[in-house]
């Protein structure tokens, strides 16, 4: 008899942006006319091409693997060194890391839920919420969790309401946790945390002999001067902390996929007898086992990010962005909804008008607007009356979105 993983069984419904997909499809099947005006803001996924700069890299990668004096077959899994040394120069100058804790991959969604592999059962997690779902839904695959309630809570995990009152950020748990999903700048929310919080994350962290996993996906969008980029920023971090992050959004790679995870050798774990484990030897293992590593164009067209060309084309692809979600802030408090984010990174999170539920509020931009949000519910049950609007788009569009929010909320 072959047996399944039964914990796949209790998931609920379909992952967030399939179940998104799920709908929009249904709509314009049964509204083809509509199919033709649909903007979609809500999968945080780019619009804008590639940086000049990474395109040519790649160009130049793929004519090396046409010669066989430079042609390249399989690439350290950890990934080559003139990309992991590019990041620790241009990412992490005076912080303390070196090339070799930095693992390069093909996606920081796949590095957060991967990173499991390495820690055992019995783990206390805590998770933000609302999250993005990859947190809750991994640990639920691996065996962490419980079965969830009617609200969609599972059991086994340490829920961290984020709301207005606490400006997104949680408190710090009372309970010792032993694992914590921390991303800033934030997604969903698009909320920051201070030096000052983050602080007292890692000395909770130290005193208990926690990990924070630290989802810096979209520190890139930081606008303001006092927002760290980096848990690494924080004294003592290093020995508490793992920090995820990824070329999808300022680069533009989600498709063509690239991303890295930074792992301090100072970090430590335990053994069931308590004894103390380096965590880095144990990625590493990980890595070689189950990556054969990015591709060498791919790696080349990162790199290329922090070319001075690079530098110059990212920087006004966020320019863009940032101006986008500027708009759309300013549309959404212009017919009187409560507006978060939007400032350091390009999501913009909104209160629903009163009574309208997250996935009333999606059905209702879907159907009298056809514009694609993303229901705040689909983020945790604190998510539920918000929504999400990615400024993932078009000026063209975004303009668009505006004026339709303008006409059809207003």
Not at 122 to 149: F, H, L, Q, R, S
Not at 290 to 295: E, H, I, L, T, V
Not at 359 to 377: C, H, K, N, Y
């Amino acid at each position: 008899m072959a047996r399944i993983n039964d914990n796949f069984l209790k998931l609920k419904a379909g992952y967030l942006f399939p179940e998104i997909g799920r709908r929009v499809s249904a709509f314009t099947d049964a509204n083809p006319e509509a199919a033709a005006k649909l903007i979609r803001c809500g999968i945080g996924d780019v619009t804008e091409p590639l940086p000049e700069a990474c395109r040519k890299a790649m160009h130049d990668a793929v004519d090396e693997q046409g010669s066989s004096e430079t042609f390249r077959g399989y690439g350290p899994e950890q990934g080559y060194g003139f990309l992991r040394e590019a990041i620790v120069e241009n990412q992490y100058a005076d912080l303390g890391i070196t090339a070799d804790e930095v693992f390069i991959s093909d996606g920081s969604k796949c590095d957060s839920g991967n990173i499991l592999d390495i820690f055992g059962p019995g783990n206390k997690i805590a998770i933000t919420d609302p999250v993005y779902p990859v947190y809750v839904d991994t640990n639920v695959m691996i065996g962490n969790t419980g079965e969830a309630d009617e609200n969609g809570a599972y059991d086994g995990l340490v829920y961290l309401p984020c709301n207005a009152a606490n400006d997104f950020v949680p408190a710090i748990p009372e309970e010792k946790v032993d694992l914590i999903y921390l991303c800033y700048p934030n997604n969903p929310t698009g909320a920051t945390a201070t030096r000052e919080q983050l602080e007292a994350w890692v000395a909770y962290a130290k005193e208990n002999k926690s990990i924070i996993f630290y989802d810096a996906a979209y520190e890139a969008f930081i606008q303001e001067d006092d927002v760290p980029h980096s848990i690494f920023e924080i004294e003592g971090a290093h020995e508490c902390a793992i920090e995820f992050r990824s070329f999808s959004k300022n680069g533009g790679f989600t498709g063509t996929r690239c991303a890295y995870t930074v792992i301090p050798k100072a970090l430590k774990g335990y053994t069931e007898d308590g004894s103390e484990q380096a965590i880095h030897p144990l990625w590493s293992r990980r890595h070689s086992t189950k990556f054969n590593g990015a591709s060498y164009p791919v790696q080349r067209g990162a790199a290329a990010v922090f070319s001075e060309e690079g530098k110059a084309q990212v920087a006004t692809l966020i320019e863009g962005y940032m101006s986008n979600a500027k708009l759309l802030r300013e549309a959404c408090e212009a017919i009187g909804l409560s507006v978060f984010g939007g400032i350091n990174a390009p999501y913009v999170w909104v209160g629903c008008p009163e009574g309208v539920t997250s996935w009333g509020m999606f059905d209702r931009m879907l159907e009298e607007a056809q514009v694609v949000i993303t229901p705040g519910s689909g983020f945790g049950s604190a998510g539920e009356g918000y929504f999400r609007i990615s400024a993932f788009n078009s000026r063209e569009n975004v303009e668009e979105v505006c004026r339709r929010i303008a006409e059809n909320l207003g």
